[in-house]
């Protein structure tokens, strides 16, 4: 996945997940519930993403194994600091799962699910499996949006099993591949995550050539965590001044921001560069700039990576005159602006102007990223 498409998706993410809330994730699929004392890559995933310090819950109806009890030697967090709610399941066929989850999509409201489906299929079926687990995804898919509409999907790839036939195999990662191109969108992304590249068999399972053991288990964590980390935002961020910049949203462009963080006062000031809710009259002029051009002012206390800015307008000031000018009057009487980063080079302008009762969230990202590396430098302070 390139640079732009992961800042895309990672933008989608944090307008979900705003206002600190944990991003909500529901393990779902085949190889995810755990079998025969062991947890699957589920163990895993979760503490790599709760050491890597994302704010994260996991989701679902369900919070066992398929059978047998954990090894405490193995998973010795498993009933203590271990998320274990999941929607996994183990010798189910596709089409069996399509409205149970879209069933617990609704009551959970997932920001991400990471699907995993497919594997069960072919190996009772054989080739015939491919056709069904393709339609059983797309409704899978349809049934999730339409009670999530701005969910994040990620399809894992199925790896070579002992039971499996290659072909199958092959076949059925080229329709799950097909069906990310075809059915993404900005609003709600899939990604396929490829856990094929570099799965051993031979050490990564258990003697029944089916199931995984540790290393599998940990292997196959840490293929859905390397895209995870990429969009889910850092709840660690704090703001600093390597933020200072001018910030636009590319489906605006003409308009934008010149954020300024003061950290010693734990202040930022937004200026907001836009123009009026309609076109001026043909007849309207000004003797400097656009009659339309509009200047926002926001200020506000800094907590983490979020301020709660009040907007201000001024009025009756001349170019370059010392005159009087009009405030806003009481401050934030004009609405509110809450500024949030969720990393050196994105973050969303959550609007709320209540002299044209107007709100929305806008993601943006900086004009030039010369700044970035002093903004990574003073994050890792």
Request: proline content about 4%.
């Amino acid at each position: 996945m390139n640079a732009i498409r992961l800042l895309l998706v990672s933008f989608f993410m944090f307008i979900q997940s705003a206002h600190g809330q944990a991003v909500k994730i529901m393990p779902f699929g085949s190889w995810t519930e755990g079998l025969e004392g062991h947890v699957s890559y589920r163990y895993d995933l979760w503490f790599n993403l709760i050491d890597a310090g994302f704010d994260v819950d996991f989701v679902g109806r369900k919070s066992n194994i398929g059978s047998g009890v954990p090894d405490p030697d193995l998973y010795p967090e498993y009933l203590t600091d271990f998320d274990r709610d999941h929607q996994g399941y183990g010798a189910v066929f596709a089409d069996k799962m399509v409205e149970v989850v879209k069933d617990a999509s609704a009551t959970y409201k997932p920001d991400i699910v990471l699907a995993w489906v497919g594997a069960y299929d072919i190996w009772q079926q054989g080739a015939g499996a491919v056709v069904n687990v393709n339609l059983a995804i797309r409704d899978t898919i349809e049934g999730i949006r339409s009670e999530v509409p701005g969910v994040t999907i990620l399809l894992g790839l199925t790896h070579q099993v002992l039971v499996l036939n290659a072909v199958d195999v092959a076949d059925l990662n080229e329709a799950i591949a097909v069906i990310a191109s075809e059915l993404d969108t900005p609003q709600s992304p899939i990604i396929v995550v490829d856990l094929v590249t570099g799965f051993d068999s031979g050490s990564m399972l258990l003697d029944d050539g089916i199931h995984h053991n540790r290393v599998g288990e940990a292997w196959v964590a840490s293929k859905w965590f390397e895209v995870l980390a990429n969009i889910i935002p850092d709840s660690e961020f704090q703001m600093n001044a390597g933020l200072n910049d001018a910030w636009y949203n590319p489906a605006t462009d003409g308009q934008g921001f010149f954020i300024t963080v003061f950290p010693d006062l734990d202040v930022v000031l937004l200026a907001w560069f836009t123009y009026d809710t309609e076109l001026p009259v043909d007849e309207a002029t000004a003797n400097l700039g656009d009659p339309g051009h509009r200047w926002l002012l926001a200020v506000g206390q800094i907590e983490g990576n979020q301020a709660i800015m009040e907007v201000e307008m001024t009025s009756g000031g001349l170019f370059d005159t010392a005159t009087d000018i009009e405030r806003t009057d009481p401050p934030g009487s004009d609405g509110t602006i809450t500024l949030t980063f969720d990393g050196c080079n994105s973050g969303t302008v959550e609007y709320d102007i209540k002299s044209i009762n107007q709100q929305r969230t806008v993601p943006i990202q900086r004009v030039a990223k010369d700044n970035i590396v002093l903004c990574e430098a003073l994050k890792a302070e």
